[in-house]
T-cell receptor, first 116, second 114 residues
């Protein structure tokens, strides 16, 4: 079984540009979460989507947006990139709420975004 | 609200020595607790999880952690460190119900000295 897949693996963008990061969850998982991990820090929660609806949002500016598609894959969009947006962006998938089985988040390898 | 505090951003142990990585949590609801490991330039791998069953949790690669509610702690241990254990370790907490927003600590980098 394929795990969580993210694309691209690495990306270099210029300040002010826009970026789209993509994530495909594990088959059968309906929830996708996005995290930002700045070098030397722990991951910070950005968004959670379940059944194509936003279910949670972290403390990030409106330049960050996301969506989830009918096949449960997801995109994270960042507008007007700043140098401080340089980070590893991690996608995690889980079964979602409402299940009796305990779920945990399975993480992808991440997309390394560098803003220059 | 939930948070975790990892004591010690860097820990060094000799190969074969006990590994102890400390984590304290704060949660307004009964928590689920996790330890993840991250190798350089990779994503996060789950080591173990606490989900309100047994308080002593055994994970992969010989790691275990004990949930102590009275101390709000969930420290990670391994009796004998191996060189391959050198990595960064993250403690994390999420609410036991509802949507799974996972809050991570700042991480502890483990160095294993031969």
């Amino acid at each position: 079984d394929a795990g969580v897949t993210q694309s691209p693996t690495h990306l270099i963008k210029t300040r002010g540009q826009h970026v789209t990061l993509r994530c495909s969850p594990i088959s059968g998982h309906k929830s996708v979460s996005w995290y930002q991990q700045v070098l030397g820090q722990g991951p910070q929660f950005i968004f959670q989507y379940y059944e194509k609806e936003e279910r949670g949002r972290g403390n990030f500016p409106d330049r960050f947006s996301a969506r989830q598609f009918p096949n449960y894959s997801s995109e994270l969009n960042v507008n007007a990139l700043l140098l401080g947006d340089s980070a590893l962006y991690l996608c995690a998938s889980s079964l979602g709420p409402g299940t009796k089985a305990v779920t945990e988040a399975f993480f992808g390898q991440g997309t390394r975004l560098t803003v220059v | 609200a939930q948070s975790v505090t990892q004591l010690g951003s860097h820990v060094s142990v000799s190969e074969g020595a006990l590994v102890l990585l400390r984590c304290n949590y704060s949660s307004s609801v009964p928590p689920y607790l996790f330890w993840y490991v991250q190798y350089p330039n990779q994503g996060l791998q789950l080591l173990l999880k606490y989900t309100s069953a047994a308080t002593l949790v055994k994970g992969i690669n010989g790691f275990e952690a004990e949930f102590k509610k009275s101390e709000t702690s969930f420290h990670l241990t391994k009796p004998s460190a191996h060189m391959r254990d050198a990595a960064e370790y993250f403690c994390a907490v999420s609410p036991s119900g509802g949507y799974q927003k996972v809050t991570f600590g700042t991480g502890t980098k483990l160095q294993v000295i031969p």
